[in-house]
């Protein structure tokens, strides 16, 4: 079983800064790619940022420039830096895991329950 933990969100003000940190824990797995999701009221789940292990990073149009993800593989961390907030960055903020299961060496996909980040003026 894979375990997502999330933290660091909370409040903010425009233009500062929030940094969400996310722990994978569990057995039998290799990571495949790790990242950030985030879903405003009334909105579709949206890319914040991913990384895959070894490769490269994308992210959403929206956050480009402001956002920059960092992982450890070895450690099974994943953070989102997050600069410039605006008001439209106020969302719940998903963690998200791909694994490989070694003993099946299916894929599965999961999520962390969701961390709210509210940014005011």
């Known amino acids: 079983q894979v375990q997502l933990v999330e933290s660091g969100g909370g409040l903010a003000q425009a233009g500062g800064s929030r940094t969400l940190s996310c722990t994978v824990s569990?057995?039998?797995?290799?990571?495949?790619?790790m990242g950030w999701y985030r879903q405003g009221h009334a909105k579709e789940r949206e890319l914040a940022a991913s990384?895959?292990?070894?490769?490269?990073?994308s992210y959403g149009n929206s956050v480009k420039d402001r956002y920059t993800v960092s992982t450890d593989f070895a450690k099974n961390i994943v953070d989102l830096q997050m600069n410039s907030l605006k008001t439209e960055d106020t969302a719940v903020h998903y963690c998200?895991?791909?694994?490989?299961?070694?003993?099946?060496?299916?894929?599965?996909?999961?999520w962390g329950k969701g961390t709210q980040v509210t940014v005011s003026l």
């Open positions: 998200h895991v791909q694994i490989a299961d070694t003993n099946s060496y299916l894929r599965r996909d999961y």
């Open positions: 569990g057995s039998n797995f290799v990571i495949q790619k």
């Open positions: 990384m895959l292990t070894g490769g490269p990073t």
